[in-house]
């Protein structure tokens, strides 16, 4: 009989293999718990970094909007400021030129000087009606500069300055530009491309046109194109902008607008200018001139309060109180008003001769003995009527004659004193001033003033809108 067999197992190995594949999964456990470690520490990093950069961005959000906030509160600061010292100057102003006891008597003494009485009246009467006013209705006139101020925000202000030499000067307060025209097309066409270098401007543009000595030519052209130009930068704006023109007259002294900020710098009435001629541009003249043709139907005055402290203070106080008693304002800027015409009882004859220079003086042989009179100027004076024509800076006076007419040359002394020895038609008229399309503005302007002075008004003063060939 066999005998069993016994089965037997080493316990050593298989202790070992156990042991091995224990080790093996510990590593294997070890290694994802490693790779998880490092997946977590990645994803922390990047969100800690993603958190700090958006914690960045809005601090430096933040601090731009710290920065727009204090540039803003400085600059209403500085808006604030400039409105109070405007309302602060313009008190200022109001009350230099109110100092009436003074200031007013002043002016008034200085015009009755001059010989300018019809000014010296128009001034004290406009200072007593300021005052009257502003007793009574002192809140409704600190309104209406209120408004004023308010306006000039909405309001860009150009001009145009015919010189001397018969070129403009187109300005709109930071740039200028020279506009040379020989006719009224080229005018408008010229002024037009210059206004494409100026800055854009407000919704509402003023064309203040002034002149110096220029001739009566050039300013009648220029006059009669303004209407012309203004429409054709109304229809370039596409109608976004309203264009207006008002005429400001004679400036012997220059433009009225400097190069810097016009509403700081322009004025009507500088302080170095007679008030007497700064009236004239405003108050109503017999003499139809251009100014008085276009601005028929325009009342209006600008004024500053930087240089109304000057001496022109008082006039631009007394101006405003018209101004706003009429409320005063710019015209369409088409409209136009024909002259009235005044006639003198005498047809008008075309002249077809100059007589030489050697014109005779009272002290020729001709001089009548008892009435200090030559032949010629008795002729003159014999239609009640004198007769002056202006070409370049002289002076001409009309001799009738049954052929033909013949001016003499005068000087200007010389025919003031034979206008006060002229009697005048059923009208009035006791001087009639002609021009030729040469006329100066210099000697347009002289021989009114002188006139005045020596008593001869305003309503006594004819002087045609048409010019002498």
């Given amino acids: 009989m066999k005998g069993r067999r016994r089965l037997t197992f080493q316990l050593t190995p298989l202790l070992d ?16 718990a490693d790779a998880v470690d490092l997946d977590v520490s990645r994803r922390e990093q990047e969100l800690t970094e993603r958190l700090q950069a958006e914690h960045d961005r809005q601090i430096e959000h933040l601090q731009q909007q710290r920065q727009q906030l204090a540039a ?20 200022n102003a109001l009350a230099s030129a109110l100092n009436l006891p003074t200031t007013v008597m002043k002016e008034i003494l200085k015009l009755r000087a001059e010989g300018n009485m019809a000014d010296a009246r128009n001034l004290e009467a406009a200072s007593m009606n300021l005052k009257q006013v502003l007793e009574s209705r002192g809140d409704e006139m600190l309104r209406f500069l209120l408004k004023y101020d308010e306006m000039q925000k909405h309001v860009s202000v150009w001009e145009l300055h015919l010189q001397d030499n018969g070129q403009a000067m187109f300005s709109d307060g930071t740039q200028q530009q020279v ?23 407000r919704p509402l543009v003023i064309i203040l046109m002034t002149y110096g000595d220029a001739q009566a030519g050039l300013r009648r052209r220029a006059t009669e194109g303004l209407p012309l130009l203004t429409e054709q930068l109304r229809r370039d704006a596409g109608n976004a902008r309203w264009f207006d023109f008002s005429l400001m007259g004679f400036r012997p002294d220059g433009p009225l607008i400097g190069i810097t900020n016009p509403w700081t710098s322009w004025s009507v009435f500088p302080a170095e200018q007679s008030t007497a001629r700064s009236w004239r541009t405003v108050l109503p003249v017999r003499m139809f001139n251009e100014t008085d043709v276009m601005n028929s139907k325009r009342p209006g005055l600008f004024k500053t309060t930087a240089r109304a402290a000057s001496g022109g203070a008082l006039v631009i106080g007394a ?12 015209g369409s800027g088409t409209s ?3 002259p009235t015409q005044v006639t003198t009882g005498q047809p008008e004859r075309t ?29 003159a004076l014999s239609k009640d009527v004198l007769t002056v024509l202006i070409d370049e800076h002289e002076y001409l006076m009309e001799v009738p004659s049954d052929s033909e007419t013949v001016y003499r040359p005068i000087e200007l002394k010389r025919v003031i004193e034979l206008a006060q020895q002229a009697p ?17 503005a210099a000697a347009e302007d002289q021989i009114k ?6 008593g001869i008004g305003e309503d006594s003063i004819y002087m045609p809108a048409e010019f002498i060939p």
Wanted: proline share 4%.
């Fill in 351 to 379: 002249p077809t001769v100059q007589a030489p220079s050697d014109a005779r003086t009272p002290s020729d042989d001709s001089v009548d003995a008892s009435g200090g009179l030559t032949d010629d100027e008795k002729k």
């Fill in 179 to 201: 506009v040379v025209f020989g006719t009224m097309d080229e005018f408008v066409s010229r002024c037009f491309e210059a206004s494409k270098g100026f800055t854009e401007p």
């Fill in 17 to 32: 293999l156990l042991l091995i594949v224990i080790f093996a999964q510990y590593m294997e456990v070890r290694q994802q």
């Fill in 319 to 330: 101006l405003l109180t018209l101004l706003f008693l009429r409320g005063g304002g710019i």
């Fill in 336 to 338: 136009e008003a024909p």
């Fill in 449 to 454: 003033r002188d006139l005045t002075r020596a």
């Fill in 424 to 440: 005048g038609d059923t009208n009035g008229i006791r001087v009639r001033v002609l021009r030729r399309e040469s006329s100066r």
């Fill in 72 to 91: 803003q509160r400085q600059q209403y600061g500085e808006q604030f400021d400039s409105i109070v010292n405007q309302h602060v100057q313009a008190g």
